[in-house]
């Protein structure tokens, strides 16, 4: 099957016979501009070494030019074979927390635009696996739902705001089994699921729900967001920048649960780290993927094609040289 890569560049070849019909008529008003001063071969003797013949073969060498460079940048393709392939892909699920003891600036920015940047790293190491995204604070909901969009996904993940959510809180356990029902065929051998928080919860619901993903198949990387020292939490109010506060009046201080992110991991067979040791996380979550078994995408089917420009800008080129050499005088030798 013959095509070529980028056809809106044949377009160019109408160049060619535009600038056959400029030289011919060029020629033809110079002839006459010569009839009007004399004898035209009066006047071509007073021009010695001029030669209509050489000027009428540098314009072909740069017609040539111009067609052989054009159907080179147009990319002439021959269809080699058609191939069917059975794309295979594991489904991971992120979990991001977008509470607002995210907001806090224990470490910079701040915990939420942390863990975005981090999960825009890790969506650039997938390779052709489904992603979901799950945003949860005191419930959690479907943002959106598994797709290898990871385009998509990465719009998504720098819109999330705390404004997202009313119920404020850090519902890991709703934001677990919320996971579980993106999954409803009966194969439980493909699942991975990544939750970014702080893990400020106190919910032992959440270690049930981790328990019983790991017998449905999913296993659970966590990965940690703060510092356990701590920070408060910023807001604006009134057009100044404030701090959260308790009943009392005392600022509140938000401090990364390491213990509830283990434990999380360890419920449900999968491991913790802290955001800080990304490239850790990705080599783990990378073994992980090799390990599991991977679901056979729909059948696609596509056509190789190899390229044979070279075969045209060589010659192309080559009458460039010719027309900036050639010349128009004939050379006189004594």
């Known amino acids: 099957m013959f095509r070529f890569e980028h056809p809106e560049y044949l377009f160019g070849l109408l160049l060619i016979p535009m600038m056959i019909l ?33 000027r009428k073969i540098k314009f072909l060498f740069l017609m040539l030019s111009l067609f052989f460079l054009i159907l080179g940048i147009a990319n002439p393709q021959w269809g080699v074979k058609r191939k069917k392939v059975k794309p295979k892909s594991a489904d991971i699920v992120l979990a991001l927390d977008v509470s607002k003891s995210m907001l806090s600036d224990d470490i910079p920015p701040n915990r939420l635009e942390r863990a975005k940047n981090f999960i ?17 604070a005191g419930n959690a909901f479907l943002q959106m739902p598994l797709t290898t969009d990871y385009g998509a996904a990465k719009v998504f993940v720098k819109t999330a705001d705390p404004s997202m959510l009313s119920a404020q809180g850090t519902a890991i356990g709703d934001a677990i089994e919320l996971a ?43 990965v940690g967001v703060g510092t356990p020292q701590g920070g408060m939490i910023p807001y604006r109010y009134g057009g100044q920048m404030t701090y959260v506060k308790d009943k009392s009046g005392k600022d509140v ?28 996380i990705f080599d783990a979550i990378a073994k992980k993927l090799e390990q599991l078994d991977r679901r056979e995408l729909e059948i696609q089917s596509f056509d190789e094609y190899n390229s044979y420009f070279q075969y045209f800008l ?5 009458f460039l040289t010719l027309f ?11």
């Open 120 to 136: 825009d790293r890790l969506i650039d190491h997938l390779k052709g696996e489904r992603v979901g995204l799950i945003f949860f």
């Open 314 to 318: 060589i010659p192309g080129l080559l």
């Open 253 to 280: 201080i938000t401090k990364l649960n390491e213990k509830m992110m283990i434990d999380i991991a360890k419920a449900a067979d999968g491991r913790y780290f802290h955001i800080t040791k990304a490239d850790d």
């Open 22 to 54: 400029g030289y011919a008529l060029h020629r033809k008003w110079t002839r006459r501009q010569l009839n009007r001063l004399g004898e035209p071969r009066l006047i071509t003797r007073q021009s010695p070494g001029l030669s209509e013949g050489r």
């Open 324 to 334: 900036l050499l050639f010349r128009e005088r004939n050379i006189k030798t004594t």
């Open 180 to 222: 579980e029902k993106m999954f409803t065929d009966k194969e439980h051998y493909h699942r991975m699921m990544i939750i970014i928080s702080d893990g400020e919860s106190h919910d032992q619901g959440a270690i049930e729900a981790a328990k019983r993903a790991r017998e449905a198949g999913l296993s659970i990387f966590t």
